[in-house]
């Protein structure tokens, strides 16, 4: 993962984020496999039951002193059992989240080479799902989740497919 973003471009992101006030770094990754994209459900608790869930693509925060690389690495490896370094990466950009002071860095990994597929669902992550980037079917994005894919143009702020 280091060759993604060498550690003083990882250094000096984080750290121009929290020149300009942001508090919680966070990393998403977005997992693609033969055009689909992996989506976990948010937030899913008594009082949304039959509500239409809301989907998030996996993520996790910064820990301090933490590399990003490696909140990346821990999210691969600990919540979705894949190893980051068996498939294509690439940094996709940064999106800061000004109501909530949170910078997210967006990872995009092609895990199509891997042997197994991650569905159903995982007790360390909740209820997961492979989305059609083409699927015309309107999805309920979690707010941060929905910035985050617009700012590499595959959703409208608002939340419809581009």
């Known amino acids: 993962m280091t060759d ?10 984080a750290a121009e984020a929290h020149r300009v006030g942001v508090v919680d770094l966070q990393v998403l ?19 949304s039951r039959g509500l239409p869930p809301q989907w998030t693509i996996p993520n ?16 691969c490896c600990q919540h979705l059992h894949i190893d980051p370094d068996a ?4 940094f996709l950009g940064v999106t800061t989240l000004q ?14 080479a891997l042997p197994h597929v991650l569905t159903g669902t995982a007790p360390d992550i909740g209820a997961r799902r ?8 309107p999805m ?3 707010p941060g989740i929905r910035q985050a894919l617009a700012s590499v143009h595959l959703l ?7």
């Open 156 to 162: 409208s702020p608002t939340g419809s497919l581009v």
């Open 130 to 137: 492979w989305w059609n980037i083409e699927d015309g079917r």
């Open 4 to 13: 993604v973003l060498t550690v003083e471009a990882q250094r000096e992101l």
């Open 29 to 47: 990754v977005l997992l693609s496999n033969l055009g689909e994209v992996l989506l976990i459900e948010h937030g899913r608790s008594t009082l």
């Open 87 to 90: 498939c294509p990466s690439s």
């Open 140 to 142: 309920s994005f979690a």
């Open 60 to 75: 996790t925060f910064v820990l301090p002193g933490e590399l990003i690389c490696h909140a990346l690495e821990r999210l």
């Open 99 to 112: 109501e909530s002071e949170v910078e997210q860095y967006l990872f995009a990994l092609n895990v199509s």
